[in-house]
């Protein structure tokens, strides 16, 4: 079974990426292949869509407010969630920082907002 994952099951099952401002109990993680459409949960890509029957995706059961709910996050924007922590962990008080490739350019960090090589020069 070929997920395409690019990171170990682990690391996407280490990760909330659903809301959990209300009362959440019995949650659980499961990377699952989704057998009938779904939407994504958590936009990653800034705009809502769907997760197609055979794509895998991170799915969430819970007791969410007293009732069993299933909710879905598609792989894609689970990546862009894991990067996202990675480059911050890595931008933040280190002397080799790994920034993003705007900042390669000359522009800001998109993680940090620091000013990247040769800005101001």
């Excluded at 990377?31 to 991170?58: D, K, N, Y």
Aim: charge should be negative; charged fraction near 25%.
């Amino acid at each position: 079974m070929d997920s395409g994952l690019k990171y170990q099951r682990q690391v996407y099952l280490d990760r909330n990426p659903f809301n959990d401002e209300c009362e959440v109990r019995r949650q659980t993680f499961k990377i699952v292949r989704v057998r009938s459409q779904h939407e994504c949960l958590m936009p990653a890509h800034g705009e809502t869509h769907h997760i197609e029957p055979g794509q895998f995706a991170v799915c969430e059961r819970a007791v969410v407010e007293g009732e069993w709910s299933a909710t879905y996050a598609c792989i894609p924007c689970m990546d862009l969630m894991i990067e996202s922590e990675m480059y911050e962990e890595a931008c933040t008080g280190s002397d080799d920082a790994v920034h993003s490739e705007s900042w390669q350019n000359g522009g800001p960090c998109d993680h940090c907002g620091a000013l990247g090589e040769g800005a101001g020069s």
